[in-house]
């Protein structure tokens, strides 16, 4: 590997444009690749920059082998991402850890990293902390959504087959509701897994209409969905 495939293929990085580029490269083997990562890292490293070798799948198309865990949909929040990254040798965890916060938005960080020990096909549960920002929201309502939740729901579930009326209390494994100034508050631990997943949304819209209020008019409700963990099938050990 040369200065002048870096420059060429990760011009927007050394531009202070992106926050890191990802592109092959070929080489006549792994030790040269190896040595050639070394030596320009020593040069990189007083930048603030750094080259982290990843693993390519072979054939005519190489890509990284890089594999991201649950993805969140469109307006969850999440503080329990993961990302499983294959890489051609072994480094230190908090090495990586540090080398890759050094180069993402204060945005988004990397808050810990280790060895793989689970897969993500092992994922099983997700907890969730759910809330319905609203006004004029009592205990009663609360009580009222606890047992809603709690019991045989049926929704219009999104399947592959279309829209099917759809119970889904046997993915709800627990559900806590309280109310708090402002609105109703929850605690949820659902079912995950690639075969049975549940979106905590349906939760949320069958709240709202439970209490008579319009989900969508972002005048009179405010949903938050705010994933918290991630758990195998026993429910208690953590995913990692």
């Known amino acids: 590997m040369s200065e002048e495939v870096i420059v060429r293929l990760g011009a927007p990085t050394l531009a202070g444009i992106k926050t890191g580029s990802l592109f092959p490269c070929a080489c006549s083997s792994r030790k040269s690749a190896e040595e050639s990562l070394r030596r320009l890292n020593r040069s990189l490293a007083p930048k603030g920059l750094c080259l982290l070798p990843l693993r390519y799948s072979e054939g005519f198309n190489p890509h990284v082998r890089l594999s991201f865990g649950m993805p969140l949909s469109v307006g969850a929040e999440s503080i329990t991402e993961y990302m499983d990254v294959q890489l051609t040798r072994e480094v230190d965890p908090q090495w ?3 080398q890759l916060n050094a180069q993402l938005p204060q945005e988004l960080s ?19 902390a759910l809330e319905l920002r609203c006004a004029a929201t009592t205990q ?28 889904i209390s046997p993915m709800i494994r627990k559900a806590q509701v309280h109310a708090a100034d402002t609105g109703l508050c929850a605690e949820v631990l659902l079912s995950a897994s690639s075969a049975s997943y549940l979106n905590p949304d349906y939760l949320l ?19 938050v969905i705010l994933r918290t963990g991630v758990y195998l099938s026993d429910t208690v050990t953590p995913f990692c």
């Not at 808050?111 to 099983?124: D, G, M």
């Not at 609360?142 to 119970?167: C, F, H, Q, S």
């Open 96 to 98: 990586a850890k540090s």
């Open 110 to 128: 990397v808050l810990s990293a280790a060895a793989a020990v689970h897969r993500f096909s092992e994922i099983a549960f997700a907890c969730y």
């Open 140 to 167: 009663a309502d609360a009580e009222k959504i606890n047992a809603l939740w709690n019991n045989p729901l049926i929704v219009e579930k999104r399947t592959k087959k279309g829209i099917v009326p759809t119970d």
């Open 205 to 223: 819209r069958a709240a709202a209409a439970a209490l008579g209020i319009a989900y969508d008019d972002p005048e009179a409700l405010t949903p």
